[in-house]
Each structure stands twice: as C-alpha cells, then as structure tokens.
C-alpha cells in the first residue's frame, strides 16, 4: 500500500525537482518560468484575497451547464440512433459530418448567433460534448448484449419497456464512458471559448490576460487551478460511475 | 402440450437456400421432461428458437396449449447465464422481472420469488448482485426467473455446458427438485448424453443437419432420479442403445 501511494507522487515529486532546476538555476529566462514557489504562493494569493476564486466558479459553472445540455440532449438522442436503424440511417451521415469539424472551428459560427453572453459558450460546449455522449450512447446500444433482449423478448417485453428496462440500462457502462470523455472536452472547450470569446470573468480569460501582461507567475497559477479541476472532475465522474454502473467490468 | 407438427425451417442465402430443419414431429405432454440430444451444429437451437416463438418455421406449426408460442408464456434458459442475467439488478429483482412485466403486484412478485430461491437453498443471497454468485448459482437464479411466471414450457438449451462436472450434477438433481415439484413442462437440449437421459422422460434423437427426428427413447428408470442410476445397467443399456444409432453413420 505505502509503495503504491510511493509510485503515485514518484512523477509528480521528479516534475517539479526538474522544475525547480531550470528556474532556480535561470537555464530558462524567469521571465518564463518563475520558481514554483513563486507560482504557489501566487496561487494561494489569488485564491485568497484575489479574483481567482471567482474565475475558477465561472469556468466550472459554464463546464456543468454545457455538460448537462450535452447530456440531456446527447444520450437519448444516441439511444434511439442505436435502437432504430431508420433514425440511424436519417442521422448517420449528419452526425459524422458534424463530428469531423473541430468544435473550434464553428466559434464563428456560434458567436453570430448567440451573441458573445454565455450562451454561446453553453451552446459551443453543448455541442462538442453532445456528439461524444450521443456517439458514446448509440454505440451503448449497438454493443449491448443481444441475448439479454433476446431473455426479454422470450417474456414478451416490447416497446418502451424492453426499451427502459433492458436497453438502456444495458447501454449504461458505454454512456458512462462518453460522460467521462464529454466533461474533460467540456473544460477545454470552455477554457478555449473564455480565451476567444470575450468574457468577465473565468479561469481561460484569466491565462490569456497573465500571458499578455507577463504575469508568468500567475499565468502558471491559473493552469495549475486548471489542471486541478479537470483531474477532480473526472474523479467525481469516475465516482459516480463506479456506484451507477457497478457491474461493469464484472 | 405441446405439438410440433412437420415443421421445416430455410434460411435464404445468397447462395441459395439452407434447410436446417426437415420435417420434425413431436408431441410433448403436460408436466413431461423431454431432451432433445443431437451432435453440434445440428439445428437444436433453431428448433428451440422455433418452438418458442423466437423465429417461425418455414413450413409446418407449433402449438403450445392450442396457443401460437407468440401468445403462449415461455421460460426459456439459455447456456451462457452470465449474458442472460441482469448484471444492474440484484437476485431477487432478476426473478421478479417476468412478474413486474406481467404487472403482478409487488407483494405477491416477491413471495414468489423469495418462495423460488428457498427451493434452491439460496434464499440468504437474494439481495446480492449477481456477478457475485458462483456460475452454478447464476444458473439457477436463470432457472428460477425462466419459471417465476409459470410458464407453460420451460425450454433449456443447454444450460450447464459451461459448468464443471460436479456442479453440473448437482445442478441436474436440483432441477429436477424444481420440476417435481411444479410439473412444468420441460424441454432440455443437450448435447451430454448421461445428462440426456438422466433427466429425461424420453429423450429426442436428432440426426445431423438438416435435423430429422432420429429415434425417440423412451426412459423407464424410476423417479425420484439418483446419481447412481447413472451406473445402472437400464442406463448403460440405454445410452449404448442411443450411441448405436449414430455408429452405421461412418
């Protein structure tokens, strides 16, 4: 157990130490990369007294919001593409149109028609969320086991129960799997939209003004801030997952 | 009773037509055990699938009580319990299923159900998942749920195969507890020979594809069947007598 907790902090600990080296000893201009300390104690001072807190709340609101659209829209969406091949045919080509542009690239296309309010940001992460979940959720269907509805249909369980009882629940471990995909996406697309899409306040404005401003140290801060909700956020979405889908894997 | 009357089954390929089923007479009478033994690839499944109402035949019909199997209630168990079972339900909602489907109220679904799992000892289990019982206790949970809703046939295709010898055994003498005593008429593919006719009350000889009804057995050992009928010389007179109608096939 010790050795385990030991190999998980063992590359983390080298990082910084590699870090710490090139800044300590200027191999890089400071300018930038400040020393790590620099960074933490930026980092608690923003947290503390400063705006970061603030940012951090902005960013995560906007993830959670463009995550659930994606999720109230995506999963029943990709459940009826993978259970009626006539919808799959109508929306096939569609759909893997659509997911071979890069979110990124429709940022134009959204801002002329939500404006530049957070709305357009709901709506950029909503729909690169969506097409992971509805892709992740059809192929839950596809790839579900035909001998637990062939069980169901020897009951002569049809329509919306088989539906409800069987297919879906049977879809859950894939759908799960796209949630898992869809909320890391949802932070990059937001973090990107708060860069390029004007904004108040959030934790990609927050990078992208540092930078411009050389605040190196707080510019690192904020990425750090960053990278420490997406990891929590998968943690929490793996969480779930374990307790919903608790026979997956078994 | 169930009659299967001179059913045929084709299935259309683009390289013309494959008969898989030629001809089959059979008629099983209320509370009989028939198995059904034939070499593999020999149609057994596409037989099952006809009687019970999965697939129709091409020429010929079934009748389960003067009913289509379409209309008539069907147990079937399949061999691999571990894609036949629910992995999202506990054992005990596993059972139920058949009943919440025929809209029983609760209170009854689980007397049934708990009444079900105390015949097979395993009543102490009942609110466990089942990815945590023994591959014999699946089984037997399939089994239960397969005649939780009395069925008026109960179809098996081969459902110990996966199971070792001891476990497969003791699984034939629990089911034949269960079948004593509900009466329920039973159709058992196997493609063990000692299973064949140690269950049986006659046992179904098929030929290889397309499957014709070979001979039929009939079984005079005595019920309540013992493990050491299985050395008896009725049983090996029987079983050679069996064998020998695939021996002038070389």
């Known amino acids: ?250 | 009773m169930i009659s299967v009357r001179s059913i045929s089954k084709e299935f259309k390929k683009s390289s013309g037509t494959t008969r898989v089923i030629d001809g089959i007479d059979l008629e099983i009478n209320n509370g009989e055990f028939v198995t059904v033994f034939g070499p593999n690839g020999s149609g057994k499944t596409t037989l099952l699938n006809l009687i019970s109402g999965i697939d129709e035949p091409t020429f010929g019909a079934v009748l389960i009580d003067n009913k289509n199997p379409k209309d008539a209630k069907v147990g079937f168990v399949f061999q691999n319990y571990n894609e036949s079972l629910f992995p999202w339900r506990t054992v005990i909602e596993n059972i139920i299923f058949p009943l919440e489907v025929a809209k029983m109220d609760e209170e009854k679904r689980v007397k049934i159900a708990e009444h079900l799992l105390n015949g097979v000892g395993l009543l102490h289990s009942k609110d466990k998942h089942v990815y945590d019982l023994s591959g014999g206790q699946r089984q037997l949970i399939s089994i239960c749920r397969a005649i939780a809703y009395n069925p008026d046939i109960l179809i098996m295709d081969e459902p110990f195969s996966a199971l070792d010898y001891s476990t497969t055994r003791k699984m034939e003498l629990e089911l034949l507890d269960i079948w004593q005593e509900k009466k329920i008429t039973t159709l058992f593919v196997s493609h063990d020979i000692d299973e064949a006719i140690f269950l049986a009350d006659r046992v179904v000889v098929l030929s290889p594809r397309p499957a014709t009804i070979k001979k039929i057995f009939e079984v005079k050992l005595s019920r309540p069947r013992t493990l050491d009928m299985l050395s008896s010389p009725e049983f090996t007179e029987l079983r050679n007598a069996i064998l020998n109608t695939f021996e002038y096939e070389k």
């Not at chain 1, 980092?43 to 705006?51: E, K």
């Not at chain 1, 579900?144 to 069980?151: I, T």
């Not at chain 1, 697309?189 to 992208?208: D, Y």
């Open chain 1, 1 to 250: 157990m010790k050795s385990k907790k030991l190999y998980y902090i063992l590359i983390p600990v080298i990082l910084i130490c590699f870090w710490q080296t090139i800044s300590y000893f200027k191999l890089v201009s400071p300018l930038f990369v400040p020393q790590p300390y620099e960074v933490l104690v930026d980092l608690f001072q923003s947290l503390v007294y400063g705006s970061m807190l603030i940012d951090t709340g902005y960013t995560l609101y906007r993830v959670l919001v463009g995550f659930s659209i994606a999720a109230v829209i995506g999963v029943p969406l990709g459940l009826l593409m993978g259970y009626s091949s006539r919808i799959y045919n109508a929306l096939e080509f569609t759909v893997e149109f659509f997911r071979g542009i890069p979110t990124t690239a429709l940022f134009p296309l959204f801002l002329l028609v939500f404006g530049i309010g957070d709305e357009a940001k709901f709506a950029v992460t909503a729909w690169g969320a969506g097409l992971v979940i509805l892709i992740n959720s059809m192929y839950g269907v596809h790839l579900g086991k035909e001998l637990r509805v062939r069980v169901a249909k020897t009951m002569k369980v049809k329509g919306f129960e088989l539906f409800s009882k069987v297919i879906f629940p049977e879809a859950l471990p894939q759908i799960f799997s796209g949630f898992r995909v869809a909320i890391s996406l949802s932070l990059i697309i937001v973090i990107v939209t708060e860069m390029f899409i004007g904004t108040n306040a959030g934790l990609g404005k927050r990078i992208i003004d540092a930078q411009l401003v050389y605040q190196t140290a707080d510019m690192y801060a904020s990425i750090l801030m960053t990278g420490t909700i997406g990891f929590i956020l998968n943690k929490i979405m793996l969480f779930i997952e374990n307790r919903v889908v608790h026979w997956k894997g078994k």
